[in-house]
């Protein structure tokens, strides 16, 4: 089995690559340089070299030196340490050459000699024996009464040493700085890839539902964002958790009690033990809890259509005004039985817009409702309706007891309930996500305006009727 690389192998490999790659290209540029200087250095020293003996042999024919006069005083002039100068006359044969002359010089190549006698310049590197020379030959033309050209040859016996000093300090400034580097690039990966690990660890916990662990923070660049990131997750999942195991809770007592509640009517009814006159109201009670199951498997499947995207709105243009008196008026037996009374303003004349019928039904249904639990008795909602520019503003306005400011944000979310102890609400929490849900397909926006013990209003907007 393979064992997968880790993000710190990947890193490690990877920097210790870019620094291989960065070497051999300053290595290979810097052999370059290397050798473009020295043999600007070579050169140099030649035509030095050629103009000296140029003269040189233009006085010691003025002068009518002896031959081996002229000889011994170019070997003083021209004697160089490491650095052979071999000179041709018109024939190619040895007219001179200094006393640095080791053996392998019998074997360079006599087309070389012909070459430079032809008046071209040669400079090149080359190996004789294994042993690596730098030769240089040019032409040499003493002006005397009868013009002679020789050919001056300059080999530097130096080029060999220079170039495997040259290797042998790359190579160890290589090994040196490799081995170096790598162990800052090997504690450098280990302190990048810690958090990352550290995260790792902590993701494991998350998954198997503890979000108790906090990554700790102690940077403020991308891994310190990731971070923070995964604390924000790790709070966020945590609360809806909570808000999941409420949902249970609500949703399995809001299932068990009309269950029960029916299942204890029916034994009754079977066994005899309720009157035959009061039938009917137990039969009532039964219908009306069966109504409440239904409404909540609806609810439930809804919003699971919603978040899903599986509910496309189909927008026409209808009354307004009218379906909003419907709503309140199939709501007239909760409303009588609370003593809260509804205000319909804006409705002189019907207002029409293009909006999807039913499920603006639903977004009704659900906001007077949410009011209507939340008012207390004797009280007042009021629904208004106004015309503003191209859209009908629409608000639902209740004089109940409000929203605390920290649960404004969350009212949107699924199975949020802002007050679990308050018997009355028996609410599972998801009302306002479908309305949520709902205004967005119509490409609007539903706001909120709360104040603890004033009451809550809900404001949005809906498209007037388009032309037919």
């Excluded at 170019?74 to 340490?81: A, R, T, V």
């Excluded at 024996?129 to 240089?136: G, K, R, S, T, V």
């Excluded at 042998?168 to 990048?192: C, D, E, N, Q, Y």
């Amino acid at each position: 089995m393979i064992k997968r690389k880790g993000i710190f192998t990947k890193l490690f490999l990877t920097y210790s690559l870019i620094l291989l790659l960065a070497f051999l290209i300053f290595s290979t540029i810097f052999i370059y340089l290397f050798h473009e200087y020295l043999y600007s250095n070579y050169e140099e020293l030649f035509y030095h070299q050629r103009d000296q003996i140029v003269s040189h042999l233009q006085l010691a024919y003025k002068k009518d030196w002896d031959q081996e006069v002229v000889k011994s005083s170019l070997q003083m002039s021209l004697n160089q340490p490491h650095t052979t100068v071999t000179i041709y006359d018109e024939v190619g044969k040895v007219h001179f050459q200094s006393d640095y002359a080791p053996p392998e010089l019998a074997e360079i190549d006599s087309d070389i000699v012909q070459t430079s006698l032809e008046g071209e310049l040669i400079t090149e590197p080359m190996r004789i024996n294994d042993y690596l020379i730098y030769l240089m030959a040019a032409p040499l033309e003493v002006e005397l009464e009868n013009q002679h050209i020789y050919s001056m040859v300059m080999v530097f016996h130096e080029y060999n040493h220079q170039s495997r000093q040259m290797i042998f300090l790359i190579l160890l400034t290589m090994f040196i700085t490799i081995a170096l580097t790598g162990v800052a690039i090997w504690f450098i990966s280990r302190k990048i890839t810690a958090p990352l690990r550290h995260m790792n660890e902590i993701a494991l916990q998350y998954a198997k539902g503890d979000f108790s662990r906090n990554v700790q923070v102690k940077t403020e660049d991308e891994v310190g964002q990731l971070g923070e990131t995964f604390n924000f997750m790790a709070k966020e999942l945590d609360r809806l958790e909570q808000m999941r195991r409420d949902f249970v809770a609500n949703v399995s007592h809001d299932l068990r009690s009309p269950l029960t509640s029916i299942k204890g009517f029916l034994v009754a009814l079977i066994d005899g033990t309720i009157p035959k006159e009061r039938k009917n109201h137990y039969y009532s009670i039964m219908k009306k809890e069966t109504e409440r199951l239904i409404k909540l498997v609806n609810d439930l499947l809804s919003l699971t259509q919603l978040e899903a995207g599986k509910i496309i709105i189909q927008p026409t243009n209808y009354n307004l005004s009218e379906q909003i008196r419907l709503v309140i008026a199939n709501m007239e037996p909760e409303l009588l039985k609370e003593k809260i009374n509804v205000e319909i303003k804006g409705v002189d004349e019907d207002i029409f817009v293009y909006a999807d019928l039913d499920r603006m039904e639903q977004v009704f249904v659900n906001l007077i409702q949410n009011a209507i639990q939340y008012s207390p008795q004797n009280s007042e909602i009021q629904v208004s309706l106004s015309l503003q520019d191209d859209n009908v503003k629409i608000s639902i306005l209740d004089n109940g007891e409000g929203i605390p400011e920290e649960d404004l944000k969350h009212i949107w979310d699924r199975f949020y309930k802002t007050d679990k102890a308050r018997s009355k609400k028996v609410g599972t929490g998801i009302g306002l996500s479908i309305v949520k849900s709902i205004i967005d397909l119509h490409q609007t926006s539903i706001f909120v305006r709360s104040k603890v013990g004033k009451g809550t209003e809900f404001k949005f907007t809906l498209p007037v009727k388009k032309g037919d």
